[in-house]
Protein backbone atom coordinates (compact mmCIF):
# COMPACT_ATOMS: atom_id res chain seq x y z
CA UNK A 1 0.00 0.00 0.00
CA UNK A 2 1.24 3.61 -1.12
CA UNK A 3 -0.34 6.86 -0.02
CA UNK A 4 -1.20 9.49 -2.47
CA UNK A 5 -1.22 13.01 -0.84
CA UNK A 6 -4.75 13.82 -3.30
CA UNK A 7 -6.69 11.03 -2.31
CA UNK A 8 -5.99 11.80 1.48
CA UNK A 9 -9.16 12.52 3.61
CA UNK A 10 -6.96 15.50 5.54
CA UNK A 11 -8.99 18.01 6.97
CA UNK A 12 -12.47 16.19 6.40
CA UNK A 13 -11.39 13.54 9.31
CA UNK A 14 -9.89 16.12 10.98
CA UNK A 15 -12.41 18.17 11.92
CA UNK A 16 -14.03 14.94 14.12
CA UNK A 17 -11.67 15.18 16.42
CA UNK A 18 -10.54 18.93 16.28
CA UNK A 19 -10.49 20.37 19.72
CA UNK A 20 -11.37 23.86 18.16
CA UNK A 21 -13.01 23.26 15.07
CA UNK A 22 -11.76 26.23 14.16
CA UNK A 23 -10.25 26.66 10.21
CA UNK A 24 -6.93 25.65 10.66
CA UNK A 25 -4.34 27.03 8.01
CA UNK A 26 -3.25 24.34 5.16
CA UNK A 27 1.11 23.70 5.51
CA UNK A 28 1.66 25.29 2.38
CA UNK A 29 0.22 28.58 3.99
CA UNK A 30 2.33 28.13 7.37
CA UNK A 31 5.13 30.92 6.89
CA UNK A 32 7.26 32.68 9.75
CA UNK A 33 11.05 31.72 11.29
CA UNK A 34 9.04 29.85 14.09
CA UNK A 35 7.20 27.57 12.38
CA UNK A 36 9.31 24.14 12.95
CA UNK A 37 9.13 20.55 11.66
CA UNK A 38 8.30 17.17 13.47
CA UNK A 39 7.61 13.81 12.56
CA UNK A 40 5.67 10.85 14.07
CA UNK A 41 5.54 7.10 13.04
CA UNK A 42 2.83 5.47 13.26
CA UNK A 43 3.05 1.61 13.18
CA UNK A 44 0.36 -0.28 11.95
CA UNK A 45 0.31 -4.37 12.76
CA UNK A 46 -1.58 -6.21 10.52
CA UNK A 47 -1.56 -8.91 12.65
CA UNK A 48 -5.38 -9.67 13.51
CA UNK A 49 -6.71 -7.56 14.71
CA UNK A 50 -5.37 -4.77 13.07
CA UNK A 51 -4.03 -2.38 15.70
CA UNK A 52 -2.04 0.75 15.95
CA UNK A 53 0.73 1.34 18.31
CA UNK A 54 0.77 4.39 20.71
CA UNK A 55 2.81 5.96 23.22
CA UNK A 56 2.25 7.73 26.94
CA UNK A 57 4.49 10.68 27.22
CA UNK A 58 6.60 11.01 30.31
CA UNK A 59 4.24 13.14 32.82
CA UNK A 60 8.14 15.08 33.73
CA UNK A 61 8.43 16.17 29.69
CA UNK A 62 7.93 20.26 29.52
CA UNK A 63 5.78 19.73 26.34
CA UNK A 64 2.70 17.76 26.41
CA UNK A 65 4.02 15.41 29.13
CA UNK A 66 0.96 12.75 30.26
CA UNK A 67 -0.72 12.79 26.99
CA UNK A 68 -0.65 9.67 23.76
CA UNK A 69 0.89 10.32 21.36
CA UNK A 70 2.78 8.35 18.25
CA UNK A 71 7.02 7.92 18.51
CA UNK A 72 8.05 10.94 16.85
CA UNK A 73 9.70 14.46 17.51
CA UNK A 74 11.78 17.45 15.97
CA UNK A 75 14.05 16.70 12.99
CA UNK A 76 17.16 17.18 13.18
CA UNK A 77 19.26 19.29 10.88
CA UNK A 78 20.14 17.29 7.56
CA UNK A 79 17.37 14.95 8.57
CA UNK A 80 14.57 14.29 5.50
CA UNK A 81 10.84 13.90 7.61
CA UNK A 82 11.03 9.97 7.20
CA UNK A 83 14.40 9.94 9.13
CA UNK A 84 13.32 11.57 11.85
CA UNK A 85 10.26 9.69 12.13
CA UNK A 86 12.67 6.69 12.06
CA UNK A 87 14.93 8.08 14.43
CA UNK A 88 12.29 8.56 17.01
CA UNK A 89 10.62 5.48 16.86
CA UNK A 90 14.35 3.44 17.62
CA UNK A 91 14.78 6.07 20.36
CA UNK A 92 11.70 6.08 22.15
CA UNK A 93 10.43 2.22 21.40
CA UNK A 94 13.12 0.31 20.05
CA UNK A 95 11.15 0.03 16.74
CA UNK A 96 13.72 -0.25 13.58
CA UNK A 97 13.31 0.00 9.81
CA UNK A 98 13.95 -3.26 8.82
CA UNK A 99 10.78 -4.76 11.15
CA UNK A 100 8.30 -2.36 8.88
CA UNK A 101 7.35 -1.24 5.46
CA UNK A 102 6.40 2.56 5.10
CA UNK A 103 3.71 3.48 2.68
CA UNK A 104 3.86 7.45 2.84
CA UNK A 105 3.10 10.01 4.84
CA UNK A 106 -0.64 11.48 5.68
CA UNK A 107 -1.32 14.99 5.81
CA UNK A 108 0.68 17.22 7.59
CA UNK A 109 -1.07 18.91 10.66
CA UNK A 110 -0.27 22.48 11.43
CA UNK A 111 -0.54 23.05 15.70
CA UNK A 112 -0.45 26.72 16.20
CA UNK A 113 0.20 26.31 20.05
CA UNK A 114 3.06 25.07 19.50
CA UNK A 115 3.99 25.88 15.87
CA UNK A 116 4.98 22.41 14.53
CA UNK A 117 3.91 21.08 11.33
CA UNK A 118 3.72 17.11 12.42
CA UNK A 119 4.29 14.78 9.86
CA UNK A 120 2.65 11.53 10.38
CA UNK A 121 4.36 8.50 8.71
CA UNK A 122 2.34 5.24 8.18
CA UNK A 123 3.91 2.21 8.19
CA UNK A 124 2.82 -1.60 8.39
CA UNK A 125 4.48 -4.48 10.03
CA UNK A 126 3.22 -8.07 9.87
CA UNK A 127 3.34 -8.50 13.75
CA UNK A 128 3.53 -6.98 16.76
CA UNK A 129 7.06 -6.28 17.23
CA UNK A 130 8.45 -6.23 20.86
CA UNK A 131 8.89 -2.83 22.34
CA UNK A 132 11.70 -1.16 24.44
CA UNK A 133 10.92 2.04 25.50
CA UNK A 134 12.85 4.60 26.59
CA UNK A 135 11.71 5.83 30.23
CA UNK A 136 12.70 9.41 29.79
CA UNK A 137 10.53 10.12 27.25
CA UNK A 138 8.23 7.17 27.24
CA UNK A 139 5.76 5.73 30.07
CA UNK A 140 4.17 3.46 28.12
CA UNK A 141 3.81 1.86 24.94
CA UNK A 142 0.45 -0.16 23.48
CA UNK A 143 -1.25 -1.77 20.84
CA UNK A 144 -5.15 -0.55 20.01
CA UNK A 145 -6.87 -2.16 17.66
CA UNK A 146 -8.48 -0.11 14.66
CA UNK A 147 -11.92 -1.63 15.27
CA UNK A 148 -11.94 0.23 18.33
CA UNK A 149 -10.94 3.19 16.95
CA UNK A 150 -13.92 2.97 14.52
CA UNK A 151 -16.33 2.29 16.53
CA UNK A 152 -18.47 5.35 17.51
CA UNK A 153 -19.55 4.36 20.87
CA UNK A 154 -15.56 5.00 22.06
CA UNK A 155 -15.70 8.97 21.04
CA UNK A 156 -16.65 10.88 24.03
CA UNK A 157 -16.39 14.52 24.94
CA UNK A 158 -15.12 16.47 28.07
CA UNK A 159 -14.15 20.06 29.31
CA UNK A 160 -11.32 21.19 28.54
CA UNK A 161 -9.87 24.70 29.10
CA UNK A 162 -7.98 25.76 25.97
CA UNK A 163 -6.52 29.35 25.20
CA UNK A 164 -8.81 30.60 28.47
CA UNK A 165 -12.20 29.13 27.34
CA UNK A 166 -13.69 26.16 28.04
CA UNK A 167 -14.35 23.70 25.32
CA UNK A 168 -16.05 20.59 24.62
CA UNK A 169 -13.34 18.26 23.28
CA UNK A 170 -13.15 15.06 21.65
CA UNK A 171 -11.61 12.43 22.55
CA UNK A 172 -11.32 8.54 22.22
CA UNK A 173 -11.91 6.28 25.27
CA UNK A 174 -9.72 3.50 24.64
CA UNK A 175 -7.29 4.37 27.56
CA UNK A 176 -7.23 5.48 31.25
CA UNK A 177 -5.63 8.85 29.80
CA UNK A 178 -7.95 10.37 26.80
CA UNK A 179 -6.91 10.34 23.59
CA UNK A 180 -7.46 13.84 22.24
CA UNK A 181 -5.64 16.97 20.37
CA UNK A 182 -3.25 16.33 17.43
CA UNK A 183 -2.48 12.73 17.93
CA UNK A 184 -6.52 12.08 17.90
CA UNK A 185 -6.60 14.30 14.62
CA UNK A 186 -4.12 11.84 13.26
CA UNK A 187 -5.50 8.77 14.35
CA UNK A 188 -9.07 10.18 12.51
CA UNK A 189 -8.02 10.31 8.70
CA UNK A 190 -6.06 7.17 9.66
CA UNK A 191 -9.29 5.38 10.51
CA UNK A 192 -11.22 7.04 7.66
CA UNK A 193 -8.41 5.46 5.43
CA UNK A 194 -9.33 2.15 6.81
CA UNK A 195 -12.87 2.38 6.45
CA UNK A 196 -12.03 3.37 2.57
CA UNK A 197 -9.62 0.11 2.45
CA UNK A 198 -12.77 -2.17 3.77
CA UNK A 199 -15.19 -0.33 1.81
CA UNK A 200 -12.99 -1.16 -0.93
CA UNK A 201 -12.36 -4.74 -0.39
CA UNK A 202 -16.22 -5.43 0.29
CA UNK A 203 -16.85 -3.71 -2.81
CA UNK A 204 -19.39 -1.17 -1.24
CA UNK A 205 -19.51 2.26 -2.13
CA UNK A 206 -17.31 4.20 -0.09
CA UNK A 207 -19.93 6.37 2.39
CA UNK A 208 -18.92 9.51 4.43
Known sequence: MHLKADDLPGRQAWMKMDPVRSRRPAVQDVKGP?????????????QKPESL??????????????QISFPG???????TLLQTASREAEEEVGIRPHQYETAGCLSPLFVAASQ???????????????????????????????????????????????????????YWDI???????????????????YHRYLQYKSGSKVTE
Open 34 to 46: ATRHSAVLILCSL
Open 53 to 66: LYTLRNNNLPNHGG
Open 73 to 79: GRRNEGE
Open 116 to 170: FVIHPWLAFTDDRPGVTVQTSEVSEAFWVKLDDLRNTENIRTMTKSLGGKDLQIP
Open 175 to 193: HPVPLWGATAMITSEIVEI
